[in-house]
T-cell receptor, first 113, second 113 residues
Framework: NAGVTQTPKFQVLKTGQSMTLQCAQDMNHNSMYWYRQDPGMGLRLIYY???????DKGEVPNGYNVSRLNKREFSLRLESAAPSQTSVYFCASRSTGGASGYTFGSGTRLTVV | GQQLNQSPQSMFIQEGEDVSMNCTSSSIFNTWLWYKQEPGEGPVLLIALYKAGELTSNGRLTAQFGITRKDSFLNISASIPSDVGIYFC?????????????FGKGTKLTVNP
């Protein structure tokens, strides 16, 4: 099925460990986004990529890096995980130029102990 | 940064009741979107609004783009148990041509059978 695919769905890390969250979309969308969702905080933008080869910081970028590997894939990396990064992470994509909303993946639930 | 104030934060209603929730902003938005998130899933787009005053329905859901371009509401008529979830408003700011969406913090809806 067309859409946004995130892996893994669940992950437990120890403080200081690193990991990469993967995201791929097959809708030929130009823009891709990484959000984190915490209780009572809604969705907060971490990083986004308006097009292949470009990335920009969002509202809460500290502690994260991203790579727009190609048009389909946009990964989020935690170099040294901290308990404050325990959250649910969502990837989303959008076709630039239209007034459409985002299509979201089903999320990665990350726990840092 | 721009913020959306979404209310109420949560609602507990009986099956069959109507529901109303809204979002307000201190600045103008060009697009208003309403999403629903079910447990363990990413947000799914319900309704998109593109013009001030626009009123759009999707089954039992009706949403309006406020005439001032600073607010939007979502109504759900004759609620059913499967309406349970978190409803998010989102908007695309009118200034600067930003392509990034701003999200409200969500309204958690519980429907008692």
């Amino acid at each position: 099925n067309a859409g946004v695919t995130q892996t893994p769905k669940f992950q437990v890390l120890k403080t200081g460990q690193s990991m990469t969250l993967q995201c791929a979309q097959d809708m030929n969308h130009n823009s891709m986004y990484w959000y984190r969702q915490d209780p009572g905080m809604g969705l907060r933008l971490i990083y986004y990529s308006a097009s292949e080869g470009t990335t920009d910081k969002g509202e809460v970028p500290n502690g994260y890096n991203v790579s727009r590997l190609n048009k389909r894939e946009f990964s989020l990396r935690l170099e040294s995980a901290a308990p404050s990064q325990t959250s649910v992470y969502f990837c989303a994509s959008r076709s630039t130029g239209g007034a459409s909303g985002y299509t979201f993946g089903s999320g990665t639930r990350l726990t840092v102990v | 940064g721009q913020q959306l104030n979404q209310s109420p934060q949560s609602m507990f209603i009986q099956e069959g009741e109507d529901v109303s929730m809204n979002c307000t902003s201190s600045s103008i938005f060009n697009t208003w979107l309403w999403y629903k998130q079910e447990p363990g899933e990413g947000p799914v787009l319900l309704i998109a609004l593109y013009k001030a005053g626009e009123l759009t329905s999707n089954g039992r859901l009706t949403a309006q783009f406020g005439i001032t371009r600073k607010d939007s509401f979502l109504n759900i008529s004759a609620s059913i148990p499967s309406d349970v979830g978190i409803y998010f408003c989102a908007g695309r700011p009118g200034q600067g041509g930003s392509e990034k969406l701003v999200f409200g913090k969500g309204t958690k809806l519980t429907v008692n059978p």
